[in-house]
T-cell receptor, first 117, second 112 residues
Framework: DTGVSQNPRHKITKRGQNVTFRCDPISEHNRLYWYRQTLGQGPEFLTYFQNEAQLEKSRLLSDRFSAERPKGSFSTLEIQRTEQGDSAMYLC???????????????FGAGSRLTVL | DAKTTQPNSMESNEEEPVHLPCNHSTISGTDYIHWYRQLPSQGPEYVIHGLTSNVNNRMASLAIAEDRKSSTLILHRATLRDAAVYYCILRDREDNAGKSTFGDGTTLTVKP
């Protein structure tokens, strides 16, 4: 397994454009999380899926943001009408329910860096 | 969800032990204590976790206070590659595990 894969790694866009990020979790992981991180800050939780069900969304996730995980495998995070304040690193993580330790360890991808001009 | 507090930064000399503290006074009985570290331009990487007892793995040791309101990540011999931001977070047992709140972590600088 190659770990959590995120694409694209970098995206530069103009204000007002739409962008989509993809996350491929570790294959046996049924939980998937999206976080956003700005420079010098820790990751901020955006949303979380268990299989294909979106179980929790942060208030940070405005109506311009939408996340999907249609078949319980990969996930996409779309940002519509991007604003300069959306510039950040978007991190995806996955974890496995039923792990022997019960501790639900997160495995993160390398992130997708968004720059909105 | 419960929050953690950590010092903003710490320094260490190479090959010396480093003790990174974390306070989590509102921890609940089902919360695991997790530590992750983040190198520049990478996603956070799992380091270690524990529930009540002290834990050791190949990367580090985790010492948990008896009342579980604080913990300490111990790097036994810091190397230059250990320079990173270290995050301490709480994660509920897996049946209820959802979001976890990250603080701003501790930036560890290792001097040669």
């Amino acid at each position: 397994d190659t770990g959590v894969s995120q694409n694209p790694r970098h995206k530069i866009t103009k204000r007002g454009q739409n962008v989509t990020f993809r996350c491929d979790p570790i294959s046996e992981h049924n939980r998937l999380y999206w976080y956003r991180q700005t420079l010098g800050q820790g990751p901020e939780f955006l949303t979380y899926f268990q299989n294909e069900a979106q179980l929790e969304k942060s208030r940070l996730l405005s109506d311009r943001f939408s996340a999907e995980r249609p078949k319980g495998s990969f996930s996409t995070l779309e940002i519509q009408r991007t604003e300069q304040g959306d510039s950040a690193m978007y991190l995806c993580a996955s974890s496995r329910q039923g792990s022997p330790s019960g501790a639900n360890v997160l495995t993160f991808g390398a992130g997708s860096r968004l720059t909105v001009l | 969800d419960a929050k953690t507090t950590q010092p903003n930064s710490m320094e260490s000399n190479e090959e010396e032990p480093v003790h990174l503290p974390c306070n989590h006074s509102t921890i609940s009985g089902t919360d695991y204590i997790h530590w992750y570290r983040q190198l520049p331009s990478q996603g956070p990487e799992y380091v270690i976790h524990g529930l009540t007892s002290n834990v050791n793995n190949r990367m580090a040791s985790l010492a948990i206070a008896e009342d579980r309101k604080s913990s300490t990540l111990i790097l036994h011999r810091a190397t230059l590659r250990d320079a990173a931001v270290y995050y301490c977070i709480l994660r509920d047992r897996e049946d209820n595990a959802g979001k976890s709140t990250f603080g701003d972590g501790t930036t560890l600088t290792v001097k040669p």
